[in-house]
């Protein structure tokens, strides 16, 4: 007897509790359940950081190892959408990046690691920094405090250096296979700039206020 999605979550995946696959049955049947899927999240992320070694690098790979199973699947893998409508107003899809990011402010973990973890998975440069730019923005909380912002607009900063460097080796050799990258002729260079003198009110003196000078210049010499 073959079971549908719904049988196989209803007998195994829900009363087990079982998030990895029920968010495989969720995609296959694209099941949306933005309330269930976030809970499903916190499991997983939660078990990952229960394991042993680095809490971060657990949950770094486990971002990796589902983003590449699931990405660009808004249902189970909520990261950012593609457009944004109205510009930079937070979204469902918005919370992972914004729970990962609140731990990370909140314990300690390598800067970037999230955005690294979440590109690695297939998640596009354009796509992650509308994230960091719309919880910047947002001002909710937790990103409502100066510790908050400057925390986010340094993670932001660090999106759009990966950014560039990626478009200066997809130039070197002719081509990537990001889209992000591939349309950096796109890259809307004026609006970035504005937005970095926003980070910039935000960001603390220090080596993130002279890196987000060598970016601003950066941006400006792809104009």
Do not use: C
């Not at 759009?160 to 990626?166: G, K, R």
Request: net charge negative; hydrophobic share 45%; glycine share 6%.
């Amino acid at each position: 007897m073959t079971l549908t999605a719904a049988q196989l979550y209803n007998r195994f995946a829900g009363p087990l509790e079982m998030p990895e696959i029920t968010l495989l049955i969720f995609h296959v049947s694209d099941h949306r359940d933005p309330e269930r899927v976030s809970a499903l999240w916190q499991q997983i992320l939660e078990h990952a950081r229960a394991q042993p070694g680095s809490a971060t690098l657990n949950m770094a790979n486990k971002l990796i190892e589902l983003g590449q199973r699931f990405y660009p699947s808004d249902s189970v893998f909520p990261v950012g959408p593609s457009a944004r409508d109205p510009p930079l107003e937070l979204t469902s899809a918005d919370e992972l990046v914004s729970d990962l990011e609140q731990y990370t402010l909140e314990h300690g973990g390598d800067a970037g690691w999230v955005a690294a973890a979440l590109h690695s998975a297939g998640v596009p440069f354009d796509v992650l920094y509308g994230v960091f730019e719309a919880l910047f923005e947002s001002r909710s909380p937790p990103w409502h405090t100066s510790k908050a912002l400057s925390f986010v607009a340094t993670e932001a900063v660090l999106v759009l250096e990966s950014w560039i460097d990626a478009i200066g080796r997809a130039r070197a050799r002719g081509g990537a296979a990001d889209r992000s990258i591939d349309a950096y002729d796109e890259l809307p260079v004026v609006d970035i700039a504005r937005q970095l003198d926003r980070f910039a009110s935000s960001i603390a003196a220090g080596d993130a206020q002279a890196r987000l000078g060598v970016l601003r210049r950066r941006v400006q010499d792809l104009s």
